[in-house]
């Protein structure tokens, strides 16, 4: 089995990440009569059937991006080790390394999803921090390791619309650590739309992926059978095969 149309996973995952956050304008900026322009995202303060759907789309979207990074990861390992002959060095560690703080972006987004508890505000709040950092750092890595690998899987103009994409995100970040416990610095509003900033930056980010996956494909796993008194090992599949050739002639 081929699967030829992988590139709708990127696509997938901003279909999961925007049902959230509108679940979160519905429930909370309509429901709870707070302001249409900028609603509330950071808020907690909705109907136990909100949290639920939005933890339920939250979730898919983090199950999605953890595929993602491994399908990315896979991608550059067939792309520059496979195909074009390229020795394993620094670059396949990289890739394997930023495939890791995708799983833990993932990992972390989870998190967020169900501690919409009050009373696991703490968690909630290290995971929203430690999430966006991670996210932020994969962004980064993704957009240099993409850049730095020539012949690039995309064109030159994909490459400096993400950077552009991470640099407003990192602008966005920062501003928000910084003054999000300081009111005299910055009101309420400025602080979600920081929030509204960085989400939408990492989403855009992770769905331009699509561009390089348009032209890849995934193989189903192969499962090969192997004797256990068997000294060499070879697998019953290729075994069997061989027998009948030899059969045949």
């Known amino acids: 089995m081929v699967l030829t149309k992988i590139w709708l996973i990127p696509i997938f995952y901003g279909f ?28 907690r303060d909705a109907s136990l059937f909100g949290e639920c759907v939005f933890a339920h789309f939250v979730s898919y979207s983090a199950f999605l991006l953890m595929l993602i990074a491994y399908i990315r990861h896979r991608q550059t390992v067939e792309y520059y080790a496979h195909r074009l002959g390229w ?3 620094m670059w396949r560690v990289m890739s394997t390394v930023i495939a890791g703080v995708g799983f833990f972006t993932a990992l972390c987004i989870t998190v967020i999803a169900h501690c919409e508890d009050p009373e696991l505000a703490v968690v909630h709040e290290w995971a929203d921090t430690v999430a966006f950092a991670a996210g932020l750092l994969y962004a980064w890595a993704q957009a240099v390791l993409t850049w730095s690998l020539v012949p690039r899987m995309c064109t030159l103009r994909v490459c400096v619309f993400r950077f552009m994409i991470v640099l407003v995100e990192s602008v966005a970040f920062v501003f928000y650590r910084f003054v999000k416990d300081d009111e005299k610095l910055s009101p309420p509003w400025l602080l979600e739309a920081s929030l509204w900033i960085i989400a939408i930056c990492f989403h855009i980010f992770i769905i331009t992926f699509f561009i390089e996956l348009r032209f890849s494909y995934l193989h189903s796993p192969k499962v090969a059978f192997v004797r256990a008194e068997e000294t060499d090992r070879v697998p019953i599949l290729q075994r069997n095969e061989e027998d009948e050739m030899n059969n045949n002639s």
């Not at 990440?17 to 808020?43: D, E, G, M, Q, R």
Request: some cysteine; glycine content about 0%.
């Open 16 to 43: 999961c990440a925007i049902s959230a956050t509108a679940t979160k304008y519905f429930f909370v900026s309509l429901l709870k009569k707070y302001p249409h322009i900028l609603p509330f995202l950071a808020s």
């Open 87 to 89: 020795e394993n060095s």
